[in-house]
């Protein structure tokens, strides 16, 4: 239970950081600040930003959208959005592969956008991984893409709340929590129905029925009211990031086939080191196999080699 504390205490840490940073603004106004409401309207602070450093994420963001190749007509067609929303390293690393294995293994090449938050922004030039930037880079691909043919794969990686969702903080520089409804707002708002969200968080479980319809694919690291493990800040991967795409998305097997040998594996690793189980949730649409059949029908026909240090041998 030492692990599971120890991720708590990061995500209240989080919390207070955001309450901190609102202190003295129009926030302040309120007679408490309700971090739970803020979680579900998508607030967030930072504070220390130079005005460079906003010029700089226009310039990289406008870059990585620019760059977005257009839907084939008739064809369907996978944008991929993957972000670190968390600057401990491992978080920055993990989106980072996660973003090549995604686009290869469903022919997302030229249709992925890379976010993340501090540590490896600066070595790759991608954009920072804010909920702003996550709002217009899903809004942009919306406006890309032809949202009744076409797929979002989101792929998302910090450390989770279990009443707050998705942590965002970037050292003493930014704070902030993206709950389900907050999510469930953005993807809805933008029209996209056909998707899979794949999120690697503590306690992500919470995030499925906000998010279920009969279009829709949710693969979560963890259950609504289980820690999930691996996120050590030197890390190469989580648990959930190594066994799902690090491993089984590399490989030209079949959605189902993936999700056995990934959940198999975080089992056998939780069992090794004697912790509780995370039980990673998966949700599957009705009408979802469809889009799903027609996407993985052109899966490379060789695996791709892992990349990193496992998870289990840092943890």
């Not at 940073?21 to 504070?47: D, H, I, M, P, R």
């Not at 870059?63 to 944008?79: E, F, I, K, M, S």
């Not at 909920?131 to 910090?158: C, G, H, R, Y």
């Not at 279920?212 to 190469?236: L, W």
Request: glycine share 8%; charged share 20%; aromatic share 8%.
């Amino acid at each position: 239970m030492a692990v599971k504390n120890a991720k708590l205490r990061l995500v209240q840490a989080g919390a207070m950081a955001l309450s901190l940073l609102v202190t003295g603004s129009a926030f302040s106004q309120q007679q408490s600040f309700n971090t739970v409401e803020a979680a579900k309207n998508g607030w967030f602070a930072e504070q220390n930003r130079s005005a460079n450093w906003y010029l700089a994420q226009h310039k990289k963001l406008s870059t990585a959208l620019n760059a977005l190749q257009p839907q084939r007509p008739g064809v369907v067609d996978a944008y991929v959005v993957s972000i670190g929303l968390d600057s401990d390293g491992v978080f920055a690393r993990e989106s980072a592969e996660a973003a090549k294995i995604l686009a290869r293994r469903y022919g997302a090449a030229g249709r992925t956008v890379y976010l993340t938050t501090g540590g490896d922004d600066k070595a790759t030039g991608a954009p920072q991984g804010s909920p702003s930037n996550l709002a217009t880079a899903l809004a942009a691909i919306a406006d890309k893409m032809n949202t009744q043919e076409d797929v979002l794969i989101l792929f998302a990686t910090t450390h989770g709340d279990p009443v707050s969702g998705l942590a965002y903080r970037d050292k003493e520089y930014a704070a902030g929590m993206i709950a389900p409804q907050r999510l469930a707002d953005l993807l809805d708002g933008v029209g996209v129905k056909r998707r899979m969200v794949l999120l690697s968080a503590c306690y992500s479980g919470i995030f499925i029925p906000l998010l279920t319809n009969d279009q829709t694919v949710i693969v979560t690291a963890a259950s609504s009211q289980r820690p999930s493990f691996g996120c050590t800040p030197g890390n190469d991967w989580t648990f959930f990031g190594d066994a799902l795409m690090n491993n089984a998305f590399r490989k030209p097997q079949k959605f189902d086939a993936a999700i056995v040998e990934a959940t198999g594996l975080i089992r056998q690793w939780e069992g090794a080191l004697d912790l509780p189980p995370s039980r990673p949730q998966v949700f599957v649409g009705e009408n979802a196999r469809i889009w799903l059949d027609v996407l993985e029908s052109k899966m490379p026909t060789t695996a791709s080699a892992k990349v990193g240090r496992p998870a289990i041998s840092t943890d």
